[in-house]
């Protein structure tokens, strides 16, 4: 089991940048593909980037393709979202999820998630 608990979000204004975090917990971290998925009022939870286990292999969606970055320290059993050139359709709560698949890129296939941190865009 683990547990996972999102920071980092807040209010800013369009082209700005802010970085998530989200802090998981146990012993098991590195056995787990991260994700980051978003949700908008009205709207359906969609993915916005993972990273494997090792972090070496990212896969983003085309909306924030060059410019999130999804990163993970191993030591710090943590996994950050560095989003850039923000934009008003990047408002969303954004969540962090764990998956125990190899690849994972859909919601359901992650197994645990956190209770979320707002991001709000204004234009």
């Known amino acids: 089991q683990v547990q996972l608990v999102e920071s980092g979000g807040g209010l800013v204004q369009a082209g700005g940048s802010l970085r998530l975090s989200c802090a998981a917990s146990g012993r098991t971290f590195n056995t787990y593909v991260m994700g980051w998925f978003r949700q908008a009022p009205g709207k359906e939870r969609e993915f916005v980037a993972t990273i494997s286990r090792g972090g070496g292999s990212t896969f983003y969606a085309d909306s924030v393709k060059g410019r999130f970055i999804i990163s993970r320290d191993a030591a710090k059993n943590t996994v950050h979202l560095q989003m850039n050139s923000l934009k008003p359709d990047d408002t969303a709560l954004y969540y962090c999820?764990?998956?125990?698949?190899?690849?994972?890129?859909?919601?359901?296939?992650?197994?645990?998630w956190g209770q979320g941190t707002q991001v709000t865009v204004s234009s």
């Open positions: 999820a764990a998956s125990s698949r190899i690849v994972a890129t859909i919601d359901r296939q992650y197994d645990h």
